[in-house]
């Protein structure tokens, strides 16, 4: 496995001169903000220098390069395979409550023989990502897993866009399919975030959005908590995601027995409700979060840790906007 890569702005258009190329290249990874992929010509510059390349990606809300993390830039990752296969599966989504549907429907263009992983970019804002893993892992083989995650905007929580192969476009989910026998993937996840305030169950809620919290309005209790940053909501609820706890799990280290984080995507006026990544089941249990970066440290290096010892090829990186 060989991997090459590059970042580039508004002022240093893609050009890739300086970087190895070869017709072997099977997978580009894209990722940029919104304004570099809205660019069709960087997009065609990408195709132009990678013609036989299956090229995937998505918007971000900062991209990760190196051992930077940038802001506005484009940055492209060729990788070359000695063994290993790719197949691309695509659809488009335009209503969360299609999530699960779609994470079937891409699993159907994925091949069961021989497949090792798969790789998901999903729009960020018309998708709800527990019922999307769901979907996926309704008709995935059981040893084969799944990993990736939703696009951002930054903290504009406007329009996300996904790269499948084409130009970068909204409304869209895609599946990467790597086949053979020969490659490993490991993988790990762990978060960095302080928990604060009283836990409440969730008393009143439909899949992902959350309506009530001891049975009072969700949005308006949040923003009780928020003070002066309520006035920047979404944008600012990326900030104080919840800490989501299922009844019978205790303690508070999200991704141990603590649960899962829930961020924000939207909220709503008129029913005072929050709109979040994931579903938000009754009954179950939320408290406030805010990061802390000494934890958000512990949590990468603790994240690395998980994938295992040994000497890996490449690692692709990524975290959430908020922290």
């Known amino acids: 496995m060989q ?16 970087l190895p190329q070869s017709r072997e290249n099977q997978l580009v990874l894209l990722f940029g903000s919104v304004a570099m992929l809205d660019e069709r010509a960087n997009f065609d510059a990408v195709r132009a220098a990678y013609p036989g390349a299956l090229i995937v990606g998505c918007s971000t809300a900062g991209e990760i390069h190196d051992t930077t993390v940038e802001d506005d830039t484009l940055v492209v990752t060729a990788v070359t395979f000695d063994h290993t296969r790719v197949r691309l599966s695509k659809v488009d989504i335009d209503d969360a409550g299609h999530s699960f549907s779609a994470g079937q429907a891409l699993v159907a263009g994925l091949p069961a023989d021989d497949l090792a992983h798969v790789l998901i970019f999903s729009d960020g804002l018309k998708v709800n990502g527990t019922e999307l893993v769901r979907g996926l892992k ?5 040893h084969v897993e799944v990993t990736g995650g939703l696009s951002a905007d930054g903290t504009n929580f406007q329009r996300t866009l996904v790269c499948a192969d084409a130009a970068p476009a909204e409304g869209q989910i895609a599946a990467v399919g790597l086949y053979g026998a020969r490659i490993r993937v490991a993988y790990g996840s762990l978060g960095g975030w302080d928990a604060f305030g009283p836990e409440r169950q969730v008393t009143r809620s439909s899949g992902n959005v959350l309506f009530d919290l001891d049975g009072k309005p969700a949005l308006e209790l949040y923003k009780s908590y928020l003070g002066e940053h309520a006035a920047g909501l979404p944008a600012t609820g990326l900030l104080f995601p919840l800490s989501l706890r299922h009844t019978g799990e205790h303690g508070e280290t999200v991704g141990a027995s603590g649960g899962v984080v829930r961020t924000i995507l939207g909220v709503n006026e008129a029913e005072q409700s929050m709109t979040f990544a994931g579903d938000m089941p009754e009954g179950s249990y939320a408290r406030l979060m805010r990061a802390n970066f000494e934890r958000l440290i512990d949590g990468a290096s603790g994240a690395a840790r998980i994938c295992g010892e040994g000497a890996p090829e490449g690692a692709a990186v990524g975290g959430a906007v908020g922290g």
């Open 138 to 142: 309704d008709r995935l083989p059981p």
């Open 3 to 18: 991997v090459s890569q590059g970042v580039f702005s508004s002022a240093n258009p893609p050009h890739f001169n300086h």
